[in-house]
């Protein structure tokens, strides 16, 4: 599979657990360098949080987010460092900042930097208790969008994350602005989706609304930090979640991840992009595998692989090396 083009996926957060990355720094200096890297670009030892916890602190957006970057960062070093180098990137939500490094557009400590002040940003832009997010499963997201439009009445609701054909996360207000006692915008759309035959709908435990309208003052404040980075030009085309559209160009690349915030990922559309453009394996780089399970669900013909442990890269490595 050497010669095969492979498009690196890049997990976002929800991805994190304690212990990540520890194996890969103890048995590649590479990967040790990178968590060194990350601990002086923030000035507290985010691998010690990686590798030792607690969870309750590593769940913190403004941690959690620079995290899952360092991780997929050091594995991606550890991959190219065996001559393993993807024809595409793309990222899901978070992971579009770790595919632009592993793309050579930001380099990583400006990239760890930044998604330390998404995290805050995006936490502080709705007061805690104020939003809401749920998974919708079996239902198609053009109709996931027409409920979440009937259920927003006066609050805010639309799809956050178009991950697969079966599965919409949608976000949104949860305080209620109508009578005492109401249901939430983001209630009532799980509700009305439940009715209409969705398989289910399910509450997600979320620090934030992600991904909606109610994310615009943390999209005004990222923007200023992101239009003083330098964006270098792209090494691979990079799949940009706003409109699963590939780019090389790195200031259109660097508006998309400003839209990013208040935007849906479009997930579904970018893995068929990817094949469309020629991707003909893909390697989930990181902690995790939810974006392995989510290409199943959009094409089981392909194959998805996935390197985030000494474990995964010594079954991976085999399979990249000499084909399957």
């Keep these: 599979m050497l010669n095969t083009k492979l498009a690196f996926l890049?997990?976002?957060?929800?991805?994190?657990?304690?212990?990540?990355?520890?194996?890969?720094?103890?048995a590649y200096s590479v990967a040790q360098q990178t968590f060194d890297?990350?601990?002086?670009?923030?000035?507290?030892?985010?691998?010690?949080?990686?590798?030792?916890?607690?969870?309750?602190?590593?769940?913190?957006?403004?941690?959690?987010q620079p995290a899952i970057l360092t991780v997929s960062v050091a594995a991606f070093r550890v991959l190219r460092e065996k001559g393993i180098v993807?024809?595409?990137?793309?990222?899901?939500?978070?992971?579009?900042?770790?595919?632009?490094?592993?793309?050579?557009?930001?380099?990583?400590?400006?990239?760890?930097?930044?998604?330390?002040?998404?995290?805050?940003?995006?936490?502080?832009?709705v007061p805690v208790g104020e939003g809401a997010m749920a998974a919708i499963l079996g239902m198609a997201s053009d109709e996931v969008r027409?409920?979440?439009?009937?259920?927003?009445?006066?609050?805010?609701?639309?799809?956050?994350?178009?991950n697969s054909p079966d599965q919409t996360v949608i976000s949104g207000s949860k305080s209620a602005v109508e009578l005492s006692g109401s249901k939430s915008a983001v209630e009532r759309a799980a509700e009305l989706a439940k009715s209409r035959d969705a398989k289910k709908a399910v509450m997600l435990a979320v620090s934030?609304?992600?991904?909606?309208?109610?994310?615009?003052?943390?999209?005004?404040?990222?923007?200023?930090?992101?239009?003083?980075?330098?964006?270098?030009?792209?090494?691979?085309p990079l799949i940009k979640n706003i409109d699963a559209e590939p780019t090389s160009d790195p200031i259109n690349a660097r508006e998309a991840l400003i839209h990013q915030v208040t935007g849906a990922v479009q997930w579904v559309n970018s893995m068929r992009k990817l094949i469309e453009l020629g991707a003909e394996a893909f390697v989930e780089v990181g902690p995790g595998k939810v974006l392995s399970g989510l290409m199943r669900q959009i094409d089981r013909s392909q194959s998805c692989l996935n390197v985030e442990d000494e474990a995964s890269l010594q079954k991976t490595m085999p399979v990249l090396a000499l084909g399957s």
Excluded at 106 to 120: E, M, T, Y
Excluded at 147 to 161: H, K, L
Excluded at 217 to 232: G, H, I, S, T, Y
């Design 10 to 26: 890049f997990p976002g957060q929800g991805s994190q657990s304690v212990g990540m990355g520890k194996d890969l720094a103890a």
């Design 37 to 64: 890297e990350a601990d002086a670009a923030l000035g507290y030892k985010l691998s010690q949080l990686c590798f030792e916890g607690p969870e309750e602190k590593l769940k913190l957006t403004e941690i959690t």
């Design 86 to 125: 993807p024809a595409f990137v793309a990222g899901h939500s978070l992971g579009e900042y770790s595919a632009h490094v592993a793309a050579g557009t930001l380099n990583f400590a400006d990239a760890i930097r930044a998604v330390c002040s998404r995290g805050k940003y995006m936490q502080e832009a």
């Design 146 to 162: 027409r409920v979440c439009q009937e259920a927003a009445q006066d609050g805010v609701c639309s799809p956050a994350n178009l």
């Design 208 to 236: 934030a609304p992600f991904h909606c309208a109610l994310m615009q003052p943390a999209q005004v404040r990222l923007a200023e930090d992101l239009r003083k980075l330098n964006f270098q030009p792209m090494q691979v």
